[in-house]
């Protein structure tokens, strides 16, 4: 009966034991390979939070590069650079914040402390990925003492300023790499398990639609009892921790 | 001895508790798969609002309760719609996945549109 509403010829042990074996190797990984997906979406949002920071950080960097660029004109009066150096202050407080209060899962990303971190993105032991983020702090940066009160001190805060700018470029490049490479590990764990899966003979690129396409063919050709039959594994504990 | 008052997350929770003990398999599996759809449709929000934590979030959602169904499938009792199934949710993982590290909008409004299609098909065969 099941072999007819299947569509399949082996539905037992017996019926092939090279498919049925197959098929509970597929059991197991879809489980380690379930959790690595997760691994990976969290990694993806601590990389989408510190770029955010670091982004944040870049911008109240390169104001401070402009007023430094505007305190280095003999033009200006003290009262003027005077006003300027209370708004690079400001910034630099600014970006103190953002440093110490940019975090994921309590964790803080850009105070020089996210170090050495492992990430497990695939199923092996070996799948990690060992990730660190430069520290963004003003005093990091060799910010903490910029000062433009005399035309000469601003001169040496655009150099300050300007080599600021270049390390906070870097942490972002070093963020963005990080992503990237979460994007391929995700990529690679897909054709790993496909490959592995060995049902299918060919595997292009990933179609979506195509694959939702065969899906609810194949629903239609079942039931919905079917389908239920096919999460029989599902469980009520399970799920409800699902639902928050 | 006076009874703790709950708080309003433990009263919805307890509430599904309740709820879910009495589902069977089927009304489950439309539980989650409309639960999902709101997590893909708070993950475009998330990205329309520019709210990167919402995202994360929803994300993280999204992705638990995709890795549960795809370990709830059983490869013997149904093995090709279990396969046709464990496609679709390894499909939807990567497209969870892209949508989240590019930000883009798009790829979880069409994750709405393919699962929305999928409960359809559900109740279609439910109700022939």
Redesign the interface.
Known sequence: M?QV????L???ASDGPAL?AM??R??AE??S???A??N???A??LG??AD?GAQSVTENVQRIRELSVQAANDTLTDGDRQAIQQEINSLRSGIDQIASSTN?NQRNLLDGSFTNQNIQVGTGSADSVNVSIGSLTSGALGLENIDVSTSANARAAITSSSDALETTLSVRSQVGSF?NS??ST??NL?SS??QSSA?RSSWGD????E??T???M???R???????????????N???N??? | MTARKLLPREVARTYKQVEIAGFGKTDLLVTIYSTLITQFRRSALAIENNNIAARGEAVSNALELIGELRQSLDFHKAPELAMNLEDFYMTATQTVLKGHRHADRNSFLQLVNEFSAVVTAFEESLNS
């Not at chain 1, 509403?5 to 399949?8: C, D, L």
């Not at chain 1, 990933?206 to 639609?209: E, G, K, N, Q, S």
């Not at chain 1, 919905?224 to 599902?234: C, E, G, Q, V």
């Open positions: 099941l509403s299947t569509g399949r082996i539905n037992r049925s098929l509970s597929l059991d879809i489980r390979s379930a959790q997906s997760r990976i979406g969290d993806m949002s989408a939070v955010a994921f992503q979460m994007e995700a990529s897909m398990r496909i049902t990933t179609d979506f639609a694959a939702s065969n899906l609810q194949s629903l239609l079942s039931s919905t009892s079917l389908a239920a039959l096919a999460h029989y594994n599902a469980s009520e399970s799920i409800l699902l639902f928050r």
